[in-house]
């Protein structure tokens, strides 16, 4: 089973008339649950630079999940060093025929991670980053820009396309002298 | 009726917080905290929470 989400396109501030290329992310619309029932979805940014999935405080308080103080780290992000406080979260991925302001999406996969809630960045530009803990290491995530796609496949289907092992290829050849 | 797009969002309300259901913007408030608080006054549950960039601010390139 695979899910194929088209990227969202955000507006291009200005300057940009030049560019003449759409400004594309790669999105999924996503729930979150705590102690309060998932109700809002949020718009995440697909980010296979980011090595966890992290959100800002007010999330938190919205869906009833208390950041845990004994897991409490420093990151650099966007420039800055900004406290992070975790808290082990369930996340939903909604499916791709689910629309923004969808009050009832479909949801497709569910799973638990460690979600890092940002204590002194309010006002974050995304209200959740999926990075490599909590989001890569649960799916192959596939993305093409001249698709304008990102496929979300099963965690074994990296392997199975491409299986461990030695490199594919002609073996390299020998050194032309020996030391 | 079609929906607005993100783009089309982005551009009526840019710089603030919004909250789109059923394919309309519900709420839009400058933060997300006034935001949340707006919706829960209204109890308005459902609703899709994302930033629109204001039109001069830098292009977000990476977060890392």
């Known amino acids: ?179 | 009726m079609e929906h607005p797009s993100i783009v089309e969002i982005q551009e009526k309300w840019a710089g603030l917080w919004v909250a789109v259901k059923n394919g309309e913007v519900v709420e839009a408030r400058p933060t997300p905290d006034a935001l949340v608080l707006a919706l829960r006054e209204r109890d308005i549950a459902g609703a899709t929470i994302f930033r629109c960039p204001s039109t001069d601010e830098a292009e977000l390139v990476g977060l890392g």
Request: hydrophobic letters at 45%; aromatic letters at 10%; proline letters at 11%.
């Open chain 1, 1 to 179: 089973m695979s899910w194929s989400y088209d990227y969202v396109e955000e507006k291009r501030g200005e300057g940009w008339a030049w560019h003449h290329k759409a400004l594309l992310r790669p999105a999924v619309l996503i729930q979150l649950a705590g102690s309060n029932p998932a109700a809002d979805t949020f718009v995440a940014l697909v980010d296979s630079g980011c090595d966890h999935v992290l959100a800002p405080e007010w999330l938190a308080r919205l869906i009833g999940v208390e950041p845990d103080l004994n897991r409490e780290v420093s990151i650099r992000i966007a420039g800055a060093s900004r406290r992070v406080r975790f808290a082990d979260v369930t996340l939903r991925l909604c499916s791709p025929a689910a629309s923004i302001g969808d009050p009832e999406p479909a949801i497709v996969a569910e799973w638990q991670a460690q979600v890092g809630f940002f204590l002194d960045w309010a006002d974050p530009p995304w209200s959740l980053i999926l990075g490599q803990s909590g989001f890569f290491d649960q799916f192959t995530v596939v993305m093409s820009r001249l698709a304008q796609r990102l496929t979300i496949e099963p965690a074994d289907f990296h392997d199975e396309q491409y299986p461990p092992g030695p490199a594919q290829g002609p073996p390299p050849a020998p050194p032309r002298f020996q030391p």
